[in-house]
């Protein structure tokens, strides 16, 4: 987690003064001029510490490759491709050189290149990395390989990192004033299950520490008024795996509370002058397929 600390400026400004920046087709951050020129100043700040997120997995494990790694609704992810398992006991050191990364206050270069340019540097290992490696970037170079001809290309460097992104960005790496690691799942490169499988890395930053702290405050609020949690707690309902996911077993209290609930409605109902009918439980496909469902 990061230090508390000022943000001066959290608006993109690459070197050759551009406010749009065209969008490269890269997995899971495919988005028009339009929608990048939009991009509100806590996406992009979050974008930033995605890139952030790969410099400090690199700085540990210099073999990593990565694909791709947006802003994404409360955070942001960088899916990464490692010989072992990345875990939460893992996230403090990550988010420790993170914090080194954000200390150094790194400007975001962005660097147009050519299609040639970018293959090149691709094969060569130096994208999503921290220079020349023996490996090839090979998702960044699928990826450019699927940029169609003509389309501009750029990358974004702060420190010794360079990956291939449309942006935008922060300034610096020093405007993402807090930052946390949340959680790891599995993903499989451009969402195919033909394709390898990968480690998404979730994290979430804001402006400060402040505005942090009251996020996650907000989000254990919201776990105690879990319907789950709630649930069980109050012997409402039960689950059970031979069920089936999402299915509740209803308990005695639970079932008295349902049939309050249908009382009530056919009260309601009644007083409305409805008139209420049964439907079946089961019905053919065709009806299935034709209701859109």
């Not at 060569?124 to 090979?138: D, V, Y």
């Not at 249908?262 to 009918?277: G, H, I, P």
Request: with cysteine; proline share 7%; charged share 30%.
């Amino acid at each position: 987690m990061s230090d508390d600390r000022k943000t001066s400026d959290l608006s993109a400004a690459p070197p050759d003064g551009e406010t749009s920046q065209p969008a490269n087709p890269v997995a899971n951050e495919r988005k028009t001029p339009e929608q990048r020129a939009q991009m509100t100043d806590i996406e992009r700040l979050r974008h930033s510490a995605a890139h952030v997120l790969a410099t400090a997995i690199l700085k540990i494990w210099p073999e990593a490759q990565f694909a791709a790694g947006p802003p994404v609704e409360n955070g942001f992810y960088y899916d990464v491709e490692l010989p072992h398992r990345i875990t939460p006991e893992d996230f403090s050191r990550i988010e420790a050189e993170m914090k080194k990364e954000t200390k150094a206050n790194h400007t975001f270069e962005r660097i147009n290149v050519s299609r040639d340019e970018a293959l090149k540097l691709a094969q060569e290992g130096q994208l999503a990395a921290l220079g020349p490696r023996p490996e090839p970037s090979k998702f960044k170079l699928d990826i450019i390989q699927n940029i169609p001809e003509g389309e501009e290309i750029s990358l974004y460097r702060n420190g010794d990192f360079t990956d291939l992104c449309a942006g935008p960005h922060v300034m610096r790496t020093g405007n993402i004033g807090a930052f946390k690691l949340t959680h790891v799942a599995s993903a499989y490169y451009k969402g195919d299950e033909k394709n390898p499988q990968l480690q998404r890395i979730y994290g979430t930053a804001f402006k400060n520490r402040t505005e942090m702290d009251a996020y996650f405050a907000m989000l254990e609020e919201a776990k105690k008024r879990d319907h789950r949690k709630l649930g069980k707690e109050l012997e409402l309902f039960t689950f059970d795996d031979d069920v089936g996911p999402g299915l509740p077993l209803w308990l005695p209290r639970g079932t008295a509370i349902i049939e309050e609930l249908e009382k009530l409605a056919k009260e309601t109902e009644f007083a409305a002058n409805y008139q209420r009918v049964r439907t079946p439980n089961l019905a053919r496909e065709k009806l299935y397929q034709t209701s859109g469902h």
